[in-house]
């Protein structure tokens, strides 16, 4: 492997032993090969040129690349610089799972006929996704990002797609799955246990909920956490006390969201009222 080379290979127990790669190739070239399940990746520098279905294809930074399962097919630099992806590979249960759950019925697997494609918004998704997953966040945000990224890239590209159905005002399950985030946020809810509670499939309960919301399960859940935490620092707790208190995995998650929503560190919050009790 080349010294500008990197490359981290991992995967996630709790989406079906969805694999991931986050890479930097310079002179590696991969020869002729094909998966079990798809490949999702996105370039994030430099670009890619690969042989797959008879035809020589180049994925420039932006670029989303969709290679279906079974299907053989290389990668090499396209540039002297190399290029730089992140990609998910899902097996055929998790998009047949997307797709039925988009349907309300059972479908056929999708088939996802353009290998490139340029769209800045599902890049962004994808993205988000990936970096979720890799972070380790909650159960539930790893669950929906992966869920709806895979269920938008079906409804955009793939052939034979379902239609969306209309939403539906669903005020008393939507109601009841933000009753129980809000009693139990502390807790790590997966998107199945929403799900039931709402009597709606995954994707139409993330749906629902971002439409009557105004934000998916995990924020809505992150919103209450941090609530509750600025009222436990304003109380003189410590920042890894609370962090553990509600719900998050480590100080550093802990940190990053309440930066984002209060805008200031956890410390400096909780420091400048211990100041006002003096």
């Avoid at 991969?30 to 990746?41: D, K, L, N, S």
């Avoid at 590979?89 to 697997?109: F, K, M, T």
């Amino acid at each position: 492997m080349s010294a500008n080379e990197y490359v981290k290979f991992w995967h996630d127990t709790t989406l079906s032993n969805l694999e991931l790669l986050r890479a930097t190739y310079v002179t590696h070239s991969f020869a002729p090969h094909a998966h079990e399940g798809y490949v999702i990746g996105v370039i994030e520098q430099g670009a890619e040129q690969f042989e797959y279905r008879r035809s020589r294809h180049i994925a420039p930074t932006g670029s989303i690349v969709f290679i279906n399962p079974g299907e053989v097919h290389t990668g090499s630099s396209a540039t002297d610089h190399g290029w730089t992806y992140r990609t998910l590979y899902p097996p055929v249960e998790l998009l047949q799972r997307a797709v039925c759950d988009l349907a309300g019925r059972q479908r056929d697997i999708p088939f996802f006929a353009e290998p490139v494609v340029h769209d800045a918004e599902m890049m962004m998704e994808i993205s988000l996704a990936h970096r979720a997953i890799e972070e380790q966040t909650s159960a539930l945000e790893r669950e929906a990002r992966l869920l709806w990224t895979l269920a938008r890239l079906i409804v955009r590209y793939a052939d034979d797609h379902p239609r969306l159905r209309p939403l539906t005002k669903e005020h008393l399950g939507i109601q009841r799955v933000r009753s129980y985030l809000e009693e139990n946020y502390a807790e790590n809810i997966s998107l199945a246990e929403l799900a039931s509670i709402a009597h709606l499939s995954p994707f139409h309960l993330l749906r629902s909920f971002r439409n009557q919301v105004n934000l998916p399960p995990h924020a809505y859940q992150i919103q209450i956490r941090i609530t509750h935490a600025k009222q436990m620092l304003r109380m003189g707790m410590s920042c890894v006390d609370t962090a553990l208190a509600v719900g998050f995995a480590d100080q550093s998650h802990f940190t990053k969201h309440f930066k984002r929503i209060v805008g200031v560190p956890p410390g400096l919050y909780g420091g400048a009222h211990k100041k006002e009790q003096y």
